[in-house]
C-alpha cells in the first residue's frame, strides 16, 4: 500500500525556504564541491538543518515528505573545465557541470511530535560533505 504524500507538492531544498543560515550562496558553494570533486578530505562534514513545518492534522495522519535535490554530473566532453582546448565547451557551454533533480521521499511515521529531528542520508547522490536534517515543527 502507498504511502500518501504529506505535502502533495515536493519541497525543492533550495527554492522553497524563506530563509538560510549561512546565506544561500555559501550553502550552494559548500554543495556543488561536492560534485566537482574539490572537497578536501580534512574538512569536516556539516550540518544542512531544514526546518519544515506542519499543521496538527498532518502530524496526526504522518506520510511522505519528497525532497528535491540538486545533482550534478560533470560535463563528459570537458571534464568539468568548461573547455576543450582554446575553446568553451559547446555541450555545456563552458559550465562544466549539468544539474538535475533527484527526489528523497522521507517517510514521517504517525503522529510526528513536534521539535522531531530526522536524518536524512544524501550519499547515495554523491553528497559527502553535508548530513541534511530535518527539523518539524508542528503548528499548535
Known amino acids: 500500500m502507498p504511502v500518501a504524500p504529506v505535502f502533495v507538492r515536493p519541497f525543492d531544498l533550495f527554492e522553497s525556504?524563506?530563509?538560510f543560515r549561512p546565506s544561500r550562496e555559501i550553502i550552494?558553494?559548500?554543495?556543488?564541491?561536492?560534485f566537482t570533486h574539490?572537497?578536501?578530505?580534512?574538512?569536516?562534514?556539516?550540518?544542512?538543518n531544514v526546518e519544515v513545518a506542519l499543521s496538527r492534522q498532518e502530524a496526526m495522519h504522518g506520510g511522505r515528505l519528497g525532497l528535491q535535490?540538486?545533482?550534478g554530473k560533470l560535463c563528459s566532453r570537458c571534464d568539468g573545465s568548461g573547455s576543450?582546448?582554446?575553446?568553451?565547451?559547446?555541450?555545456?557551454q563552458g559550465?562544466?557541470?549539468f544539474w538535475e533533480t533527484?527526489?528523497?521521499d522521507v517517510l514521517l511515521s504517525p503522529p510526528?511530535?513536534?521539535?522531531?529531528?530526522?536524518p536524512v542520508s544524501l550519499k547515495h547522490l554523491g553528497i559527502e560533505n553535508l548530513n541534511l536534517r530535518l527539523h518539524v515543527s508542528v503548528a499548535a
Not at 550552494?28 to 561536492?34: E, G
Not at 574538512?43 to 544542512?48: E, I, S, Y
Not at 576543450?84 to 555545456?92: A, I, N, P, Q, S
Not at 510526528?112 to 530526522?118: F, N
Request: charged share 20%; glycine share 6%.
Open 112 to 118: 510526528v511530535p513536534d521539535g522531531m529531528v530526522i
Open 102 to 104: 533527484a527526489q528523497v
Open 95 to 97: 559550465h562544466g557541470m
Open 28 to 34: 550552494w558553494d559548500h554543495w556543488t564541491r561536492n
Open 17 to 19: 525556504f524563506e530563509a
Open 38 to 48: 574539490r572537497v578536501p578530505k580534512s574538512q569536516p562534514k556539516r550540518d544542512l
Open 69 to 71: 535535490i540538486p545533482v
Open 84 to 92: 576543450t582546448g582554446y575553446f568553451t565547451c559547446d555541450l555545456c
